[in-house]
């Protein structure tokens, strides 16, 4: 197995995508995270751009890395200055770091028309900054910026650019795909002629401006690069970078190829996430290998087969990237989905029950309910469904008052419900209708239930479900709660958007008390 080496440019590409923006302190945490993952190479920033990037390379000296070289990254010398005095490459040197990246212009058209260079003398500007950080004790890789566009427009001299590099001593010269728009084919082609012409290793860098990162990428592997240069989950300038996620899940899975260290792909997924958090993005549920519904299966009939056998619409099995298999409950469940979804129960083999919860979910879905992101609420009506419902506490009423005061408004609730033979009435103040309705609801029960104390609220979402009613449209909310060993989501519909969050608040509760009792049951941790 031939390894590919893997260069994350999270750091420095990545935070030049929309909106992301690292502190200091995320940047070192990833890097112990890239690093523990068996990352090769981590491009820390761009030591001369802003003092953060310059604090973090004095601050990562301190972390105790297993494998991975820390790289700092900038730009060839100014066109007019000696290397020695050139202060770009002074704060690459000053970034201390044993290799750095320098990136240096290949198309003709961007030294004349942005650089406002002569050929020749941007050739010099080459070949003079990695000649002068290799005299300073520096493994030197060479990014080769818009190499692809360069090589269409000018071959002869995108590779004199490249001879270069190499004859100044660059250790791998990265072929860049910078604005995104190469097709595999000609990928594929470039790099082979590189191969041919160069004795150094090759590495490719490839934006996903055409949605073809990933299948450049791969290309360039299969020609020869030996160096993927990649963010994390793809983030980066414009349309992104390519995703390291799915090339080093395709590498190592589909060919083969040996990257990062033994153990890795199992925690891909945890990883991706982790910069999602990092970078306060959301999730992308459709991402290849480790999004949420990678592994989903919707429709009845993948369902029906998948229970039979995964690999009936599973490329491969989700623990390998450390994902998990979901199969989602909808108006397109088949009876298999509901008899997978239920197979904890003793009902799972009736005929007779299935069909009723399928009935079920059908006609609540057609009123605008779902349940994919519900699965409170579903187990709720599986057990109506199956005669094994009886509530904790009966709903009798509920009222909210909104009045505006001095101080803004002010929200209080009131709610009565039957629990142990008994009416409870309580009334509680809150930010808002919901909150306020939940502090009376935990009023009232806690006394009954003290493990609801136990019980948050994590998210609570709207939305309309027909929107051609204008504001007497029905609306659609899902709340998210957890406990200390569970997440789960209940579901309530109305036109009145307090009965709605009121229908999925009194679910979310009773979840939690079925759960209770279930744990206890079954022995588990979090059991009442
Ligand atoms: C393809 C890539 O993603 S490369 C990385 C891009 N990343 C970034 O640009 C983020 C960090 N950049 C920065 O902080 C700043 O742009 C700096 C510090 C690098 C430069 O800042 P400034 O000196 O104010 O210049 P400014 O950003 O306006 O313009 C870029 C300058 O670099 C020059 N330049 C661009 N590429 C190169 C190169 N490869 N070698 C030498 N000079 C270059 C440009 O000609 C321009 O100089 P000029 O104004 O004298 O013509
Ligand atoms: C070097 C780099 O980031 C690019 O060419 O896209």
Redesign the pocket.
């Known amino acids: 197995m031939t390894r590919v080496f893997i260069y994350d440019t999270t750091l420095r590409?990545g935070s030049?995508g929309e909106g992301v923006n690292f502190s200091l302190q995320d940047k070192l945490l990833l890097t112990r995270r890239l690093d523990d993952l068996g990352v090769d190479f981590i491009e820390g920033g761009?030591p001369?751009?802003?003092p953060k990037d310059f604090e973090y390379f004095q601050a990562v000296r301190e972390l105790p890395l297993k494998r991975a070289e820390v790289v700092a990254f900038g730009?060839?010398?100014?066109?007019n200055s000696a290397p020695e005095t050139d202060t770009?490459l002074k704060a690459l040197l000053d970034a201390r770091t044993s290799h750095v990246t320098i990136?240096?212009?290949t198309w003709d058209f961007h030294v004349t028309e942005?650089?406002?260079a002569t050929l020749a003398e941007n050739v010099k500007?080459i070949a003079d900054s990695i000649a002068f950080c290799k005299s300073q004790g520096r493994e030197v890789f060479y990014d080769a910026?818009h190499f692809f566009d360069g090589y269409k427009a000018n071959p002869a001299y995108a590779i004199e650019t490249l001879k270069a590099a190499e004859s100044a001593g660059a250790a791998v010269v990265i072929l860049?795909d910078?604005n995104g728009g190469t097709m595999p084919e000609a990928v594929a082609a470039a790099v082979a002629d590189v191969k041919s012409k160069l004795k150094c290793e090759v590495g490719i860098h490839c934006h996903n401006d055409c949605e073809l990162a990933v299948a450049n990428t791969l290309s360039a592997v299969r020609a020869g690069a030996s160096q993927v240069q990649g963010t994390m989950n793809g983030i980066g300038?414009r349309c992104g970078n390519v995703d390291l996620v799915s090339v080093v899940a395709n590498l190592a899975i589909k060919y083969r190829r040996d990257v990062l260290v033994p153990g890795s792909l199992g925690r891909l997924t945890e990883a991706s996430r982790y910069v999602y958090e990092l970078a306060n993005m959301n999730f992308r549920p459709g991402q290849p290998f480790v999004g949420q519904s990678a592994f989903a299966h919707k429709g009845g009939m993948h369902t029906h087969a998948v229970a039979k056998n995964p690999n009936s619409y599973e490329h491969i099995d989700p623990v390998v990237v450390g994902n998990e298999r979901r199969v989602l409950v909808s108006e397109l469940s088949g009876q298999s989905t509901i008899l997978t979804k239920t197979a904890k129960y003793a009902v799972a083999n009736d005929k007779a029950v299935m069909g009723k919860i399928l009935t079920a979910v059908q006609d609540l879905e057609y009123a605008g309910y779902e349940f994919e992101a519900a699965e409170g609420s579903f187990d709720i009506l599986v057990k109506k469904a199956a005669g094994l419902y009886t509530p904790w506490f009966e709903r009798v009423a509920y009222r909210v008052n909104i009045e505006q005061g001095a101080g803004g408004p002010v929200t209080e609730a009131t709610v009565k419900l039957r629990v142990a033979g008994a009416t409870a009435h309580t009334v509680s103040e809150g930010d808002g209708p919901v909150n306020a309705l939940d502090a009376a609801l935990r009023k009232a029960l806690l006394p009954h239930f003290p493990r609801l104390d136990e019980l948050q609220l994590v998210d609570y979402k709207v939305r309309v479900v027909n929107a051609k009613a204008g504001t007497a449209a029905r609306v659609r909310v899902v709340i998210e709660c957890r406990d200390g060993t569970a997440v789960w989501g209940t579901v309530g519909v109305s036109e009145n958007i307090i009965e709605a969050s009121w229908i999925a608040l009194a679910d979310a509760i009773e979840f939690k008390l079925f759960k209770d009792q279930e744990d206890a049951a079954d022995g588990r941790p979090g059991g009442a």
Not at 75 to 79: F, I, L, Y
């Open positions: 590409d030049q761009y001369l751009s802003n730009m060839t010398r100014r066109k770009c990136v240096g212009k942005v650089l406002n500007m910026e860049c910078t300038e």
